[in-house]
C-alpha cells in the first residue's frame, strides 16, 4: 500500500509508478498493491488504511513494515505522523518496524525534534546514518561526523515499539481526546482492546 496526501493529481501519479515497475496489481497473480490517500493522525483515515485492500480479511490488520520518507521536515506534523505509526505498525514483538528517510538540506533540527518526541511516547529510534548520493560512482556514500548537513544530505533511522508501549500511548490519547474527538477515541479504544486480546 502507497499513500500520499489525498490529491488526487498524487495519487494517480503513484498509482502510475506502481503499475510501470510492479505491473497491475491482482490478488491471482499474487502481487496486490493499493494507492491511497492519508491524512496523518486522522481517525477515519486510519480506518481506512486498517481495513482496505489488498486484505481479504474482513479484520483490522497491522502493517509489519512503514517505509516512511520526506516526512520530518514540518515539526507540527510529528504528533499526528506517531498516532498514525502507533495505529497502524505491528508492535515490535510482532515484527513491525518503520524506516525513515529525511533530507537534512534545512539541518537536523527537525529530526532531532521528531526522534526526541517519539523517544518520549516510548519507542526505540536507532539513527542508521546519513548518506549522499555519489553520483561519480553511483552509490549513496555513508557520511561521518561533521559532514551531515547540506544538500543532498538523507538521514536514515528505525523506529520501533513494544506492545506495552502502544497501550499506554491509546489510553494516554484516549483521556487527552475524550472531549474534543468521540470517532478517534473510539478507534483508539478500540486499537487497545485489540491488543488486549490478542495476548
Known amino acids: 500500500m502507497s499513500t500520499d496526501f489525498g490529491s488526487q493529481g498524487i495519487l494517480q501519479a503513484l498509482e502510475e509508478n506502481l503499475e510501470t515497475n ?5 490478488s ?9 490517500g ?8 486510519i480506518e481506512t488504511m486498517l481495513l ?3 486484505s481479504t480479511s474482513t479484520s483490522p490488520r497491522r502493517f509489519s513494515t512503514l517505509l516512511l520518507s520526506d516526512l ?3 515539526t507540527a506534523g ?22 525513515f528517510t529525511a533530507g ?11 526522534v526526541e518526541l517519539a523517544r518520549g511516547r516510548g519507542c526505540a529510534v536507532e539513527e542508521k546514518e546519513v548518506v549522499v548520493w555519489d553520483s561519480g560512482n553511483e552509490v549513496w556514500k555513508v557520511l561521518g561526523k561533521g559532514e551531515e548537513e547540506g544538500e543532498g544530505r538523507v538521514w536514515r533511522g528505525v523506529l520501533r515499539f513494544g506492545r506495552r508501549e502502544l497501550e499506554a500511548f491509546c489510553e494516554g490519547e484516549l483521556r487527552e481526546r475524550e472531549y474534543r474527538d468521540a470517532s478517534f477515541s473510539s478507534l483508539l479504544f478500540f486499537l487497545s482492546s485489540l491488543f488486549r486480546s490478542s495476548r
Open 52 to 54: 482496505s485492500p489488498p
Open 78 to 99: 510529528h504528533s499526528s505522523l506517531l498516532t498514525s505509526i502507533f495505529a497502524l505498525l505491528s508492535p515490535s514483538e510482532e515484527g513491525g518496524l518503520a524506516h
Open 72 to 74: 520530518l521536515y514540518y
Open 28 to 36: 491471482t497473480s499474487g502481487l496486490s498493491w493499493s494507492v491511497l
Open 104 to 114: 537534512l538540506h534545512g539541518g537536523r533540527g527537525a529530526v532531532d525534534r521528531f
Open 22 to 26: 510492479l505491473g497491475p496489481s491482482s
Open 38 to 45: 492519508h491524512e496523518w493522525g486522522t481517525a477515519a483515515s
